[in-house]
Structures are given as C-alpha cells and as structure tokens.
C-alpha cells in the first residue's frame, strides 16, 4: 500500500482540497485525514481572470495573459496547502509515498484534443521533496476522450466497499457537476451540466459572496421553469454519455429581471433538473443517488434533486461515512497510486477513449 496525498482545485475557485489515502490503486486501505487551504480574494480574482485569458488558448504550453502567473500562484498554493497539512497531522514528507496533483482546469475542449490544467508538477516536488504525479487528462484526451470525469474509477471502490449490489449513481457537484453509474461491472460517466457554477457567478454579482450559503436565498425564492426548459433546450443535454464540459459552457446562460432569491432558486433548480435529465439514459434505473462535493452542502439542492429523482433514494455521502468534500481529493490521490502502477485511469463508458488508458506524468524530486 502506497500512502497518498490528492490535492484538487475545482472549478468552484474556492481554495485546495487535501486527502490522504492508503491504497494499491486498486483497493482503499484506509482513510486518512483532510485539510482545506483557501483561495484569498486576490488569488480568486486571478485565477478568474486566467479563465478568460485561456480562451485564446490554442496549444497546452501556452501561457497568454496572467497565465502564467496563476500558474506559479497555484503551485504555491498547493505547496503551502500540503506543507500546512502535514505539520496539523504530525506527519513529514518522508511518510508520503506519492501526491496527486490536479492543477487547475483553465481551459476544457476535447473536441479540439485540448485540455489545460494549470500547476507546475516538477516545481511542487522540488518544494516539498515527495514524488509528484500530475497531468492526469492529458493522454486521455490525446487519445480522443473526454478527458473527464477523472474520479469514477474511485467512486467504484468506494461503492464496492459498502457491499450493495443496486445500481447506484455518484454525482458530484462541484462547479460542474458529474455522474458516475455503477452496476457490477458496468462503469458509465459524464457531465451532467453545471454545479455550483453559475449560482457562485450569479451570487458574486449581486451580493459581493460567491456562495447561496446552505440554499438560504434559493429556499426563499420561486424557481422560473420557463427558464429552466429554455436551458434545457440546449443540445448538450440531449447527448448520450460520455460527454464533458468547460465550466463557461454555460456562462452566456442571463438571469435577468430576477430577485437575488428567484435567480438562486432558478439556477439550483436548473443544476437538478440537468442532473436528473440523465437517469432516462442510464441503463436501468438508480435505485439510489450518493450526492457528494460543495453541493451536498446545499439543502435546498438536496431537495430539490430528491423530488427530481424520487422513487429513487437521494443521500449525501457524508451520510454514508464518505469524506464528501474530500472525495474528489481522494480520488486524485488513488489515480496517482494507479497510475504508478500502470493501472487504467479512465475507460471507453467514462470518457469515450477508444480502450482503458493510464495517464499522468509522473516527476520526483
């Protein structure tokens, strides 16, 4: 057994996830710890700013605008991130075998075979002296996959391990929301549509905090389903898994003439009903819904994604002894383990890669 860290900095532009894991890439031994580092005000303003620059982005190694400054920022963080969390566990980098680094998706369009993750993997191991796996969707996509989701391969362990045999679904919800389906041996994933995205957006603007915090804003407003079936209308949700998303693929998507609590309702309301919209092509119908990410922690999403989804049971996986915001986290740290042991990251149900592909360059220090 390997002893591993994940980092992961989501789409949310919150701060750095940090998880450790005991595992063989194969089997979870043990769970350890998490920590969390924020973003500051500032950092977040730039990583914002380096999405917009990344637009213009046509090959991976460039850098245009403050992109390279953001990458030098986001190394830092996940240095600091790590080095913070093995001083609050008692624990020195000689006891980490491996960490896995997710960087920081600026820019997503596997259409066009490109995929930018900033974060200087060779940079982070030099810092803190421990073996460094890293660009984890790269060969993937290369390849003709999505490129994401990455984290399946984990939710399957994590399901096996609770020894029930129904189909069951994972969503995760962070500022893109996806899905994995488990039955047996039968792994299917994609992007559902937009997480906590475009609430934080809306919510930054009109109130100074990127964040409806627990759903209060949206419990209190009235959901428009015009809007929301004009946004269903799209033709991303008509497309059969495996399909995956840049977090601004729906960013032109205007709330407007709307209270602060009708726009937060309308837009948990449209996360649901985009979540829901992929059990009719599933194939065969979850018996139960395993919610983790930021948007476990909203109520209002909760229900409003139970009544979406009901007969289906509809649990947060906090509930079921799950880390739920450090899932994503973890399974970067057990891709990192599979990875250095030659497994497969990703599969042709997951990304649409053309057969399972490993991934993930692998540096030390």
């Keep these: 057994m390997l002893t591993a860290i994940g980092l992961m900095s989501g789409t949310s532009l919150d701060g750095v996830d940090v998880a450790l894991i005991e595992t063989d890439g194969e089997r979870i031994g043990a769970f350890g710890s998490a920590g969390y ?7 977040r303003d730039l990583l914002r700013q380096a999405l917009a620059d990344a637009a213009a982005m046509t090959t991976r190694d460039a850098r245009p605008g403050v992109l390279a400054r953001a990458e030098a920022m986001v190394t830092r963080a996940h240095a600091e991130a790590v080095r913070d969390f093995l001083r609050d566990h008692a624990r020195t980098a000689g006891d980490i075998d491996v960490v896995g680094f997710h960087g920081q998706t600026v820019l997503h369009r596997p259409e066009q075979r490109l995929t930018v993750q900033i974060g200087d993997g060779a940079a982070l191991a030099r810092e803190l002296g421990i073996a460094v ?15 994401a989701p990455l984290v399946p391969v984990y939710h399957r362990a994590l399901v096996a391990a609770l020894g029930r045999a129904e189909p069951t ?11 994995t389906y488990i039955d047996g041996d039968t792994l299917i994933a994609c992007d559902t549509g937009p997480g906590n995205a475009l609430l934080d957006d809306f919510m930054l603007r009109m109130t100074g905090e990127a964040v409806d915090r627990d759903g209060r804003a949206a419990a209190k407003g009235a ?15 008509a497309r059969l898994p495996p399909k995956s998303l840049d977090r601004n693929d729906f960013a032109a998507l205007a709330i407007e003439g709307m209270s602060i609590d009708d726009g937060a309702a ?3 309301a449209f996360t649901a009903a985009s979540i ?9 119908p979850p018996a139960r819904w395993i919610v983790v990410g930021g948007g476990a922690c909203n109520p209002t999403l909760m229900r409003m994604l139970a009544e979406r989804l ?3 049971t509809v649990a947060r996986g906090s509930d079921l002894g799950w880390s739920g915001d450090a899932v994503e986290a973890q399974a970067f740290a057990y891709l990192a383990a599979r990875s250095m042991a030659g497994l497969p990251l990703t599969f042709p149900g997951t ?15």
Excluded: C
């Design 310 to 312: 009901a007969p289906a």
């Design 276 to 284: 829901a919209r992929i059990a009719s092509m599933l194939p065969k």
């Design 169 to 179: 679904v994972v969503v995760n919800i962070g500022g893109v929301a996806n899905i």
């Design 133 to 147: 796996v890293y660009d984890l969707r790269a060969a993937d996509v290369a390849a003709g996959g999505q490129g």
């Design 266 to 268: 309308t837009l948990t």
């Design 351 to 365: 990304t649409g890669v053309p057969r399972p592909m490993t991934g993930g360059a692998l540096v030390r220090p």
């Design 223 to 237: 959901v428009d389903e015009r809007w929301i079936a004009r946004a269903m209308d799209r033709p991303f949700f």
């Design 37 to 43: 580092r924020a973003y500051s005000g500032e950092e």
